[in-house]
């Protein structure tokens, strides 16, 4: 992120070690309004270069999130033997190896801040019989539980050794063949059930993943296209994938994320005299947990262009102020708006009642702990908020104030932050303000231009 001072509200300083946003509006408030197009969806980003990366033939990938954690994604296959051109949203093009065509790379696989880039791509390691893979991550990363896909691998057969009962990074991987399982997940989780399918696709037989409940289903929509063989009971939520197999290269169109549009979403939804329009947003119904919560806070956004892209549903989203009112936010919708929480936090904050969120303790363990996260830094711009063992409760309607916080290089946390301090009274300075980055590179300068 560069130094931006696009309007007096907006100010990105960069300092030695850290970018300070300072956030101002003027007294009496401020309104968004314009046309914003997000950021490419960063789950099928991941997807679409990992599968680009096993399928045989040319894979040309369009609208692809342009952040870190993609980046991460794309070195670590470069690494191992993959053609993959420089990034970009116009156009990229992965030259594919063939399933179980990777390369064992001399050096250690640096996955960075990005999870799904090291849980996903364990279950395509831990497959690729007879190569030595080590895998890594940034302090942060290596701090994260990786128990939960390692735990289903071994069960597998995989050579996975690690930290802390194998469960932290670094991690070894020695690949082989593995045997098919018929995995029954405890938490309903796209990165788990991503990580299994992958490596069923050089397993022998059928290899299955049930969940308590649904969780997004990226993976098993991009396999499909890519000419896996995938089964889906949508009943029992259990998701069978026959090997191995063979991938071909496709073209991918990459939606815009929806988790970067609620950003934009609860702005317009809570600062009077907004209107927005959010143009090409995936509206996956795994991933539209979001749009039901702000339905029933009683959020004024309508669908516009409904259509399919790529086997993906996608929509214009029309946002306009409307007094949100508070709702209980727990049970099945949380794995479909689960990295959606903080923000949802902050909509609560200007909503009428108490909002309760519950069942979100998973988000103890991303790039942060985001409930006392949020919970801490909302506190000190002078909201009511009581942190719960998995989740939130928020009393809206008491006003923030201007106050210095910190992301704690947590990307989500940023944003929301930013997102709070445009409804604050005086000047807010945000912290570690870069992590943005991560997967809105250009956050900041949208941020800007709207207001």
């Not at 990165?191 to 290899?207: D, H, M, N």
């Not at 936090?345 to 949020?374: C, H, N, P, W, Y």
């Not at 002078?382 to 006003?399: F, H, K, N, S």
């Not at 997102?419 to 800007?448: C, D, M, R, W």
Request: charged residues 15%; negative net charge.
């Amino acid at each position: 992120m560069s130094s931006t001072m696009a309007t007096p509200t907006v100010l990105l300083e960069n300092t030695e070690n850290q970018a300070i946003l300072r956030l101002s509006p003027p007294i009496g408030g401020l309104a968004v309004r314009g046309t914003i197009r997000v950021p490419g969806d960063k789950s099928i980003s991941h997807r679409a270069l990992m599968l680009g990366a096993l399928a045989q033939g040319t894979t040309e990938i369009e609208g692809l999130l342009i952040g870190e954690d993609p980046q991460s994604t794309a070195h670590c296959f470069r690494v191992m033997g993959v053609e993959i051109s420089q990034l970009n949203p116009q156009h990229v093009v992965v030259q594919g190896l063939g399933l179980g065509n990777l390369q064992e790379p001399a050096t250690v696989l640096d996955a960075g801040n990005s999870g799904t880039t090291l849980r996903l791509m364990l279950g395509i390691l831990a497959s690729h019989s007879g190569r030595f893979f080590t895998v890594t991550g940034d302090d942060s990363l290596r701090s994260r539980p990786m128990s939960r896909v390692v735990k289903p691998l071994h069960l597998m057969q995989a050579q996975i050794w690690g930290r802390q009962g194998n469960s932290l990074a670094p991690l070894a991987v020695q690949g082989q063949t593995l045997r098919p399982i018929d995995y029954t997940s405890p938490v309903a989780s796209a990165q788990v059930k991503s990580c299994i399918l992958l490596a069923g696709l050089l397993t022998p037989g059928s290899t299955s993943v049930t969940e308590p409940s649904l969780s997004r289903d990226h993976s098993e929509r991009m396999l499909k296209a890519f000419g896996a063989e995938i089964s889906v009971d949508p009943e029992t939520h259990r998701v069978t994938v026959t090997g191995p197999t063979q991938l071909q290269g496709q073209k991918v169109v990459v939606p815009g994320d929806i988790s970067s549009a609620a950003f934009w979403l609860v702005a317009a939804s809570i600062l009077p005299g907004s209107e927005l329009l959010l143009e090409n947003v995936g509206v996956n119904p795994t991933r539209t947990g979001i749009l039901e919560a702000l339905e029933h806070m009683q959020a004024n956004i309508t669908h516009e262009n409904e259509r399919m892209v790529a086997g993906e549903p996608v929509a214009d989203l029309r946002v306009r102020y409307a007094q949100l009112q508070a709702c209980t936010i727990a049970g099945d919708i949380l794995p479909r708006l689960i990295d959606e929480v903080p923000i949802l936090a902050v909509a609560a904050v200007f909503a009428q009642g108490t909002t309760v969120i519950r069942d979100a303790a998973e988000l103890r363990v991303k790039e942060s702990d985001r409930l006392t996260a949020m919970a801490q830094t909302l506190q000190k711009m002078g909201a009511a908020v009581t942190e719960l063992p998995d989740g939130l409760e928020i009393t809206g309607g008491t006003g923030l104030q201007g106050a210095e916080v910190d992301s704690g290089m947590d990307h989500r946390i940023a944003m929301s932050l930013a997102i709070a301090a445009l409804g604050a009274q005086g000047t807010t300075a945000i912290g570690h303000a870069e992590a943005a980055a991560i997967s809105y590179p250009n956050f900041v300068k949208t941020l800007a231009a709207i207001t």
